[in-house]
Nanobody, 122 residues
Framework: QMQLVESGGGLVQAGGSLRLSCAAS????????MGWFRQAPGKEREFVAA????????TYADSVKGRFTISRDNAKNTVFLQMNSLKPEDTAVYYC???????????????WGQGTQVTVSS
């Protein structure tokens, strides 16, 4: 089993920045990719960004490309989401997840964090 614990969410003004962290614990395997998803009120959970376990490949939703950066720290078994130039439309609960395969399909992610609230004010 894998546990994912997120931190770093909060309230920020439009144009500001936040860095989300996701620490993995328990049994992990080298083939797992890591992704970030978000869910705004009244909306479906949507893909934000993903990174291969090796860190050699990253991919982003068009809505965040150029503003968000996903990265990982192997020594800490942690993935990050650096969010810059935040907009009110970025307001959502952000979830960290682990997938053995696909980057983009929610059904491919076996483990999920508890979610962390990000609120961007106007």
């Amino acid at each position: 089993q894998m546990q994912l614990v997120e931190s770093g969410g909060g309230l920020v003004q439009a144009g500001g920045s936040l860095r989300l962290s996701c620490a993995a614990s328990g049994r992990t395997f080298s083939g797992y990719n890591m992704g970030w998803f978000r869910q705004a009120p009244g909306k479906e959970r949507e893909f934000v960004a993903a990174i291969s376990w090796s860190g050699g490949f990253t991919t982003y939703a068009d809505s965040v490309k150029g503003r968000f950066t996903i990265s990982r720290d192997n020594a800490k078994n942690t993935v990050f989401l650096q969010m810059n130039s935040l907009k009110p439309e970025d307001t959502a609960v952000y979830y960290c997840a682990a997938s053995p395969g696909s980057y983009y399909s929610l059904a491919s992610y076996d483990y999920w964090g508890q979610g962390t609230q990000v609120t961007v004010s106007s």
